[in-house]
């Protein structure tokens, strides 16, 4: 048991996301609670009470993020809901989207409320069919219900709701990037300050949130903040969605309560290792996060402080397990990869640094490396370092450089003997091995 | 007042053709936004025009671009900045397998050999027949179902060398 839950209490049914299912357990109680008995700042002192860290990887504040917009300036507010799920591992909002797509929608009122916004969005990426039709299904069900529209639940408060579908580009699920792409425009991030909660979309005030961070917004309205603050730990308080995935018996995605032992879980919620292996190394919060090996992780919680301490974080929540025999020289190949994909093209140390360490690993599992690439590898990592306008370049920096730093030997050998120091394998129980197919 | 000299006569709208039955669903769209910002519609507009067509033609830019009023510059840039638009026909049936890291930690490798096998095509190409066209792609937030890929807009997770035969037999039908 991995503590209490606030999203997967409920069984799965065909129909449990369903309006009628939602209101059953208790929904849009905290939305009418809210409206009729809550100022807007009320809410958000609430949510500062709370504690509540946001849910997209950076764990800001999310009543001090709210706090900020200026209730009387005069301007329209906006909500931005970022279901723009695309950090490698990372598949949590994907849970949320499609089980509990009322919750996400409750929660989004409720922060449009306490920023006082007319108009609020949510922005999905373009991949997700499923979550996209059971969420745009969800929104008009909440509006026919009134919930949604002119003078919500009768209370004088009106909100339309913008579902906004992307195109596939990670670099959107980046906020500013996000409010580009939403203008219409292509995804590039934009240099801060000013910061988004004072000129964003359509260059007005505005607050993004991830998924989840809005889905805790109706608990801790209901409970109140102090009550959520006791489920946790004190500087993580409430829950985390943890989408756990490699080798490993039963990935899948979990809620936990900060605090929980990271080892049980990994070896006892989540089956252990395949095949029966040992653990090499946790990649704990999407590729974007600092690898963590076995020794790392003794006595460990899940938590952001004990993964702080480790020197990671735990990010988006998306945990990728990674079993000993695995080739770490062509894991980073193919984190390497998709940085330089998605890299946005704008800053020139991210555009051209970007591919630059895909070639140099390229030519290390090719066989042909040099040995100065090492040292390479590491000086592209640093010049990127705060030298872009988002974090995309220097996330691709600290994943290489953080495998660099655990498992050097393995580079040094595949340089020196042009073969891998195992047999090069990613895989522990390949599912397409015994058809012999290869690329 | 003089008449207008040649250069100055704005340049036609060209006639609704490709995007004109698309129109009212366009404007039920733009009334849950704050107010005129019709170049937020840019995005939506070019999804819903590729769903019908399977991809964008130039035709269709030229429409867009009267009806929203954004620069056809912004439009291009759009395209080709995301990676679902394609202003060139593909198969019947996008294959795109993901080979990000989870999905290789689980087999994609061994995934996208067996398509290309199977299909003798290797990514990026389609079929003589034009049924398949096979893409590899970064993580589409499927990792604990991993190998899997998205067949058009529908994800096939937990794939292996039968389940793939079997879905390959169905479409193919």
């Known amino acids: ?439 | 007042m003089t008449a207008p000299t040649s250069h100055e006569t704005p340049m036609p709208k060209p006639p609704m053709q490709n995007i004109q039955h698309l129109i009212p669903e366009f404007e039920r769209w733009k009334q849950r936004y704050p107010s005129d910002f019709t170049g937020s519609l840019t995005i939506p507009c070019l999804r819903r025009i590729q769903e019908e067509r399977g991809y964008i033609a130039d035709s269709d830019i030229d429409e867009l671009v009267a009806y929203l009023g954004v620069p056809r510059m912004q439009v291009d840039e759009v395209i080709a900045f995301y990676t679902q638009f394609t202003r060139v026909p593909l198969g019947n049936h996008h294959l795109q397998v993901c080979h990000n890291l989870s999905c290789s930690l689980r087999g994609a490798e061994g995934l996208v050999g067996y398509l290309c096998a199977k299909l003798g095509i290797q990514p990026g190409e389609t079929t003589a027949d034009g049924k398949f066209t096979l893409s590899t792609v970064e993580c589409l937030a499927s990792c604990g179902t991993a190998p899997m890929m998205m067949v058009n807009d529908t994800y096939h997770e937990n794939l292996t060398p039968a389940s793939v035969d079997a879905l390959l037999e169905d479409l193919s039908k």
């Not at chain 1, 909440?142 to 906004?164: H, Q």
């Open chain 1, 1 to 439: 048991m991995s503590g209490r839950k606030y999203f997967m209490n409920f069984p799965v049914t065909d129909s449990s996301h369903s309006l009628a299912a939602y209101k059953a357990r208790g929904g849009y109680q905290s939305l009418q609670k809210a409206l009729t008995s809550m100022q807007p700042t009320d809410v958000t002192k609430e949510v500062a009470a709370s504690g509540l860290l946001g849910h997209g990887g950076a764990a800001f504040p999310a009543g001090r993020k709210w706090g900020v917009i200026k209730l009387t300036d005069g301007e329209p507010h906006y909500v931005c809901m970022n279901a723009d799920e695309g950090e490698p591992g990372t598949f949590k909002d994907r849970w949320l989207l499609e089980h509990v797509p009322h919750l996400c929608i409750e929660g989004l009122i409720l922060a449009s409320y306490a920023i006082m916004g007319r108009h609020a969005f949510i922005y999905i990426r373009g991949e997700f069919d499923l979550p996209f039709r059971r969420l745009r299904d969800a929104i008009e069900e909440a509006y026919a219900a009134g919930l949604l529209g002119e003078n919500i639940l009768g209370t004088g408060y009106s909100l339309d709701i913008v579902l906004y579908r992307g195109a596939g580009s990670y670099v959107c699920g980046e906020a500013s990037a996000m409010l580009a792409s939403l203008e219409g425009k292509k995804g590039w991030p934009r240099n801060r300050p000013p910061r988004l909660t004072v000129k964003g979309l359509y260059q007005r005030p505005t607050v993004v949130n991830n998924v989840e961070t809005l889905a805790n917004i109706p608990a801790i309205i209901g409970e109140g903040g102090e009550t959520f603050r006791k489920v946790g730990l004190p500087k993580s308080p409430g829950t985390q969605m943890i989408s756990i995935s490699g080798h490993l018996v039963r990935p899948g995605v979990y809620e936990i309560e900060y605090g929980y032992s990271w080892e049980k879980f990994i070896y006892e919620d989540c089956g252990g290792i395949l095949g029966g292996r040992a653990l090499k190394c946790v990649i704990p919060g999407g590729v974007s996060t600092k690898i963590l090996d076995a020794n790392e992780l003794k006595g460990r919680t899940l938590d952001h402080n004990s993964a702080l301490a480790a020197g990671s974080q735990i990010g988006s929540g998306g945990m990728i397990v990674i079993a000993e025999g695995t080739c770490m020289v062509r894991v980073a190949r193919v984190i390497q990869r998709f940085y330089h994909h998605e890299s946005c093209g704008q800053c020139t140390p991210c555009r051209e640094g970007m591919g630059w360490m895909e070639r140099i690993l390229d030519r290390i599992v090719r066989g042909e490396g040099r040995p100065e690439d090492i040292d390479r590898l590491y000086h592209i990592s640093t010049a990127n370092d705060g030298t872009t306008i988002c974090s995309l370049g220097d996330s691709a920096g600290y994943a290489c450089s953080a495998i660099l730093d655990h498992y050097r030997d393995e580079f040094e050998h595949f340089i020196t003997h042009g073969r891998s120091m195992y047999d090069g394998s990613l895989t522990v129980e390949d599912p397409f091995a015994a058809v012999g197919a290869t690329t």
